[in-house]
């Protein structure tokens, strides 16, 4: 079946030391964004790439960047980790921008990594 | 002012029941309405998609969109344990930003 994976599901870093978060679709969709999600809290888009083209979203912090080597893989590194960006941390890929009234141009979510900040 | 205002809930009925689910927003120029079920430990599922104003059923759920009143709602009819989930509303004005609401937990008693 054509998804969206991401891996590790679950991370366990201490504070300060760089982790990346993978994630990888068979849908070959042109756009991949990354979402971070705190407990009982709505998903915040972090940036997204449309193909190559990367997109900060403008309130996003500096210790968060990726990477997209081919149309397949997305990363997520954040380069210090601290307390505050424990959270589930979702990939989730569109054929492209706008809907144009057909459901298959929304975003479809991967099962997320659960990061923990010791 | 959130864009987006959903009751976190939680909401607990029993088997059978119908759970209604609703959210408000501020944007008039959201024309797509999307409703995501999440359950515990995973990705949010897209599981009603609207375009405009109107109703749209699919199986055992509605969701209805009124735009004049900036709301939006998912009912869920003869509801299931394993319905059991938290549900997230998200819009769109027609491009890649879409604007969620923080989700309701319902819990489907047997």
């Known amino acids: 079946d054509a998804m969206v994976i991401q891996n590790p599901r679950y991370q366990v870093t201490q504070f300060g030391k760089p982790v990346t978060l993978s994630c990888s679709q068979t849908l070959n969709h042109n756009v991949m964004y990354w979402y971070q999600q705190k407990s009982s809290q709505a998903p915040k888009l972090l940036f997204h790439?449309?193909?190559?083209?990367?997109?900060n979203e403008a309130d996003t912090p500096d210790n968060f960047q990726s990477r997209r080597p081919n149309t397949s893989f997305c990363f997520l590194d954040i380069r210090s980790p601290g307390l505050g960006d424990a959270a589930m941390y979702l990939c989730?890929?569109?054929?492209?921008f706008g809907f144009g009234g057909l459901v298959t141009d929304t975003q479809y979510f991967g099962p997320g990594t659960r990061l923990t900040v010791l | 002012q959130k864009e987006v205002e959903q009751d976190p809930g939680p909401l607990s009925v029993p088997e059978g029941a119908i759970v209604s689910l609703n959210c408000t927003y501020s944007?008039?120029?959201?024309?797509?309405f999307m409703w995501y079920r999440q359950y515990s430990r995973k990705g949010p599922e897209l599981l009603m998609y609207?375009?405009?104003?109107g109703n749209k059923e699919d199986g055992r759920f509605t969701a209805q969109v009124d735009k004049s009143s900036k709301y939006i709602s998912l009912f869920i009819r003869d509801s299931q344990p394993s319905d059991s989930a938290t549900y997230l509303c998200?819009?769109?004005?027609?491009?890649?930003?879409?604007?969620f609401g923080a989700g309701t937990t319902v819990t489907v008693r047997a």
């Open positions: 944007n008039s120029a959201f024309q797509y």
């Open positions: 989730a890929t569109s054929r492209g």
């Open positions: 998200a819009m769109s004005e027609d491009d890649y930003k879409l604007s």
């Open positions: 790439y449309y193909d190559k083209d990367f997109n």
């Open positions: 609207t375009y405009s104003s």
